[in-house]
């Protein structure tokens, strides 16, 4: 008996060792085959993850920031306007920022979202029909003076949108581009997402009053910054002015002159003496006061948003805008 539990306990002893030999055995394979898998692994991310495929681009990468209002010498008087600012496009730099988070209805500032899509959606050789009549605006709501069955090209609708800032334009672009005023605004209101304008909402295509119709000028520029990245929009604020010939419901013909409605394109403003300006949109109404946004260039070509809303009056607006550009040498 005693023989057999020797001969048992000495055949579990070696057995033992066998196991735990070849668990060690394998543990060493896995082990190799482990670290060369993970060599292998970071050989092909080394080579592939950091391509561009695979490099996400950050949206604020070409944008300028403004995380903190930001002053410099000889600027504007912030008491005269609820919220400014002046960007460095190129540089991707704010280099005046004031209070630009704030919500504040933008008039027909407005105006160049609409702009945006009809640009963006439509061709500017397309002929609309105009379903809506000037007469419909009240008085003190500027029109260029469409007519219902008025036949005229996308062209002339934007450039008298963008020039005279005609609200019978914007509502007639909104019909043609989104079907319906109210699905244009929706498509209004998703551009403005996409371009990351989050504190703001839209109601219409015009910029009239309705409280439920804000912005802040950092918005206004993230939007007008778009703008400017289309030529023809580009070369629509920088015209003098535009032709439209138009045909009536009656088979009539007749032409209606836009110009630019900032008061620089007329004489009735000081020029600010470090870049041109090459144009805009203006915005005023009783609850959003008077504002304006700008494209500037310095004499080396490189191009300056700046933006003031809010302003008192109009002799201010301007006041305070050329103090602004003329930041762009001390700033």
């Known amino acids: 008996m005693r023989v057999r539990r020797r001969r048992r306990q000495l055949l579990i002893r070696t057995m033992t060792v066998v196991l735990l030999g070849l668990c060690t055995a394998a543990g060493v394979l896995f082990y190799k085959g482990s670290t060369k898998e993970e060599h292998l ?27 903190r209002d930001v002053e410099f010498e000889g600027g504007p008087d912030a008491s005269t306007f609820k919220s400014a600012a002046l960007f460095d496009v190129d540089a991707g730099e704010t280099d005046y920022a004031y209070s630009v988070h704030e919500q504040l209805f933008p008039a027909s500032v407005t105006k160049i979202m ?19 009549d000037a007469s419909e605006f009240a008085a003190d709501e500027v029109t260029v003076g469409l007519k219902k069955g008025d036949s005229l090209t996308l062209e002339a609708l934007v450039n008298g949108l963008l020039l005279h800032s005609g609200n019978d334009n914007a509502n007639a672009i909104a019909e043609h581009i989104g079907g319906s005023i109210e699905e244009f605004v929706d498509m209004m209101n998703e ?16 910029g009239l009053h309705d409280d439920n119709h804000y912005t802040t000028a950092y918005d206004i520029y993230l939007i007008f910054n778009e703008c400017v990245k289309n030529e023809e929009f580009v070369k629509i604020i920088n015209t003098d002015s535009y032709t439209a010939d138009i045909k009536g419901a009656d088979g009539t ?79």
């Open 191 to 206: 551009k403005a997402a996409q371009l990351k304008a989050t504190h703001t909402h839209f109601a219409n295509p015009s």
């Open 41 to 67: 692994a970071a050989d092909y991310e080394a080579g592939h993850y950091n391509t561009s495929l695979y490099r996400g681009t950050l949206f604020a990468a070409d944008l300028c920031v403004a995380s």
């Open 253 to 331: 013909t007749r032409q209606i002159v836009s110009e630019p409605s900032h008061f620089y394109a007329h004489g009735k403003a000081t020029l600010p003496t470090t870049a041109e300006i090459i144009g805009g949109k203006t915005g005023t109404t009783k609850k959003a006061g008077n504002c304006l946004i700008l494209l500037n260039k310095t004499a080396d070509d490189k191009p300056y948003i700046s933006v003031v809303m809010g302003a008192e009056t109009k002799d201010l607006l301007y006041q305070d805008m050329t103090d602004l550009i003329n930041g762009i040498e001390t700033s």
């Open 114 to 132: 609409t702009a945006l899509l009809a640009l963006e959606y439509g061709n500017l050789q397309d002929m609309v029909t105009v379903n809506v």
